[in-house]
């Protein structure tokens, strides 16, 4: 009679286990998404229109904005999406490295400041700049600049561009400070001319810009930016 009650017992163990398993297995498997599941592609394509159309209306308005805030006088930041753009990056590095761009549309200018990366020369500790590559990797800038259609919107505001490069360097009391190392004053038709250019070929800064650089020491710029 012992053993009955102890095989009974051990029985309703087993299967209140086997219960709760099942209990278990069922609600993991409710609160799983199914793989399965079949979502109509038409839908997805209408989902991804909606919102590509959702982000140029609010990319429209917010440029509408800013164009009448620069007709008024305004001095603005422009062009912040070239800090982001990977495509523009992958072309040229020095999209990456834009510290200021602004335009100041009572002075018909814009300005536009990129911090260079260090390059410290191979037996010293001094910092240097090639000027050939140096002004490669402007022009090449410039020619991407100049190619880009969200430019064109800004055209009318700016008659002149001044570029600025510097780098940080340490100073007596240890703190790294700017120190700009390259200056150039473009007129905007010599800008626009770029757009006949290709990445492949050269542009002769010296032809084209006031420049002031002496292999990577301390200039004076033409414009003082305050970023």
């Not at 793989?35 to 209306?57: C, M, S």
């Not at 100049?146 to 007596?172: G, H, Q, S, W």
Request: hydrophobic residues 45%; charged residues 25%.
């Amino acid at each position: 009679m012992l053993e009955m009650k102890v095989y009974v017992a051990l029985g309703a163990y087993i299967g209140t286990w086997i219960v709760l398993v099942f209990l278990i297995v069922y609600f993991v498997r409710r609160s799983r998404p199914n793989a399965y599941h079949f979502v109509d592609p038409k839908i997805i394509a209408q989902t991804k229109r909606e919102l590509n159309t959702g982000r140029i209306a609010r990319h429209n308005e917010f440029i509408a904005t800013e164009l009448a805030e620069l007709r008024r006088g305004k001095k603005l930041p422009v062009l912040d999406v070239w800090k982001f753009d990977t495509q523009m990056i992958h072309r040229n590095s020095y999209f990456s490295r834009i510290v200021h761009i602004a335009l100041d549309p009572q002075k018909k200018e814009m300005e536009l400041l990129i911090r260079l990366p260090a390059i410290k020369t191979a037996g010293a500790e001094e910092l240097y700049f090639s000027k050939v590559q140096l002004y490669s990797r402007i022009g090449d800038f410039l020619i991407h600049s100049a190619a880009d259609p969200r430019l064109d919107a800004y055209k009318e505001f700016f008659t002149v561009m001044y570029i600025e490069c510097d780098v940080l360097r340490e100073d007596e009391r240890g703190y790294d400070i700017p120190v700009p190392v390259f200056s150039m004053e473009l007129p905007a038709e010599r800008l626009w001319e770029l757009t006949a250019f290709t990445q492949y070929q050269q542009v002769a800064l010296d032809r084209i810009a006031d420049i002031r650089f002496l292999e990577g020491g301390r200039i004076e710029p033409h414009r003082i930016m305050i970023t």
